[in-house]
């Protein structure tokens, strides 16, 4: 088991939680919840080693898209680098629905 820590400025305030996904072969959580301050930190467990530069790659990546300040929990099972983002793009989405829903 490994665990990972990566962070990424931000710019913007993310208000809602978000919760998607499971830990099973091949899969992975992720938990998304608002951030203190101005940035993003991801921590990562998996249970996979040696993939840092993997997780790095996939993570830098969405981040060129994603700019919320969150606290980004992953729980990996050996899901690919394309579960990864999918989960974390359904992670934001499920987030920004929970914003609207909150303003309206």
Same mark, same amino acid.
């Given at each position: 088991?490994?665990?990972?820590?990566?962070?990424?400025?931000?710019?913007?305030?993310?208000?809602?939680? $978000?919760?998607?996904? !499971?830990?099973?072969?091949? =899969?992975?959580?992720?938990?998304? %919840?608002?951030? #203190? +301050?101005?940035?993003? *930190? !991801?921590?990562?467990?998996? #249970?996979? +080693?040696?993939?840092?530069?993997?997780?790095? #790659?996939?993570? =830098? *990546?969405?981040?060129?898209?994603? +700019?919320?300040?969150?606290?980004?929990?992953?729980? =990996?099972?050996?899901?690919?680098?394309?579960?990864? $983002?999918? *989960?974390?793009?359904? $992670?934001?989405?499920? $987030? %920004?629905?929970?914003?609207?829903?909150?303003? #309206?």
């Amino acid at each position: 088991m490994e665990q990972l820590t990566f962070d990424y400025p931000a710019q913007r305030a993310v208000t809602t939680r $978000a919760h998607v996904g !499971v830990v099973g072969s091949g =899969d992975l959580e992720v938990l998304l %919840q608002p951030a #203190s +301050d101005m940035q993003a *930190r !991801v921590v990562v467990h998996t #249970s996979v +080693d040696g993939y840092g530069h993997i997780w790095k #790659s996939v993570l =830098d *990546r969405f981040f060129t898209r994603y +700019d919320g300040a969150a606290l980004i929990e992953i729980n =990996d099972f050996g899901a690919t680098p394309g579960v990864v $983002a999918l *989960r974390l793009a359904e $992670a934001v989405e499920a $987030a %920004q629905g929970g914003e609207r829903g909150a303003q #309206s």
